[in-house]
């Protein structure tokens, strides 16, 4: 395979110098859906959402573009609650889908309110998020709506550590996302478009962070699916039937 070509036609703000001072910003090429839902929250919530706030200066201060399109940039690591992450996605994808008419459900076990793991949360949540805003540009009201489904399960290492491998599902109906920007999302080629180079720097955060990312045509629905792995920092011992609700 054909290493990447560098995203040399991205905007930089450099210095007298030519150095990159700042704001490549990740949302100049994240989608145009991504972008408004973004720009709705640093205008309306971000203030009381710590989370959302975190995840957009993340955003506006990706320069270093190379390093993900290598899968060599650095993660955080830090202990955060996955449902708190998985409620600042939902809530991202709030405005574009009442402006479509389109309802977005959730469906995971009770017991990710309480899961505690390590991991980078910021980067997680534009992964999803960014997933999320493409399922919701490519559905139209009639089709049905849009679910994000987290399947987890643990695995004991040793006496002493648990490792969640977590399955999140973001099930669309079909016919779904074009093959064509399918196709973009893991080869990136000089002539990508503006969606499709999102998708593609998506899917290499993924890998950064040791996860997998497929896509799933079936009958009815279409799914993006990606799978990471978390150590656990806290969880509870019960683990009951998922409860699906819309958010």
């Known amino acids: 395979m054909a290493a990447p070509q560098p995203m040399e036609h991205l905007n930089k703000r450099t210095n007298a110098e030519g150095k990159i001072t700042g704001a490549l910003c990740f949302l100049h090429v994240a989608s145009p859906e991504l972008q408004h839902?973004?720009?709705?929250?640093?205008?309306?919530?971000?203030?009381?959402?710590?989370?959302?706030?975190?995840?957009?200066?993340?955003?506006?201060?990706?320069?270093?573009?190379?390093?993900?399109?290598?899968?060599?940039?650095?993660t955080n690591t830090a202990e955060f609650n996955l449902e708190e992450a998985l409620n600042t996605v939902l809530m991202q994808?709030?405005?574009?889908?009442?402006?479509?008419?389109?309802?977005?459900?959730?469906?995971?076990?009770?017991?990710?309110?309480?899961?505690?793991?390590y991991g980078d949360n910021i980067r997680l949540q534009q992964v999803l998020a960014d997933y999320l805003a493409c399922a919701l540009q490519f559905t139209q009201p009639a089709e049905g709506h849009i679910v994000l489904q987290v399947i987890p399960k643990k695995e004991n290492i040793g006496s002493v550590m648990q490792i969640a491998h977590l399955e999140f599902k973001i099930v669309h109906p079909a016919l779904g996302v074009p093959e064509a920007l399918i196709q973009e999302m893991?080869?990136?080629?000089?002539?990508?478009?503006?969606?499709?180079?999102?998708?593609?720097?998506?899917?290499?955060?993924?890998?950064?962070?040791?996860?997998?990312?497929?896509?799933?045509?079936?009958?009815?629905?279409?799914?993006?699916?990606?799978?990471i792995e978390f150590p656990v920092a806290q969880l509870s011992s019960k683990w009951s039937k998922p409860s699906p609700s819309k958010f």
Request: one cysteine or more.
């Open 37 to 74: 839902a973004l720009e709705r929250i640093g205008g309306l919530v971000v203030s009381s959402n710590v989370l959302c706030q975190d995840q957009l200066k993340k955003i506006l201060h990706d320069t270093d573009l190379e390093s993900i399109e290598q899968c060599y940039m650095e």
């Open 93 to 117: 994808g709030i405005p574009l889908g009442k402006e479509k008419r389109i309802s977005i459900e959730r469906d995971w076990p009770v017991e990710v309110s309480h899961m505690y793991i």
């Open 186 to 227: 893991f080869q990136h080629n000089p002539g990508v478009s503006r969606e499709g180079l999102s998708l593609y720097i998506s899917q290499k955060l993924v890998k950064t962070m040791s996860g997998a990312l497929h896509y799933l045509r079936e009958a009815n629905t279409s799914s993006f699916i990606i799978l």
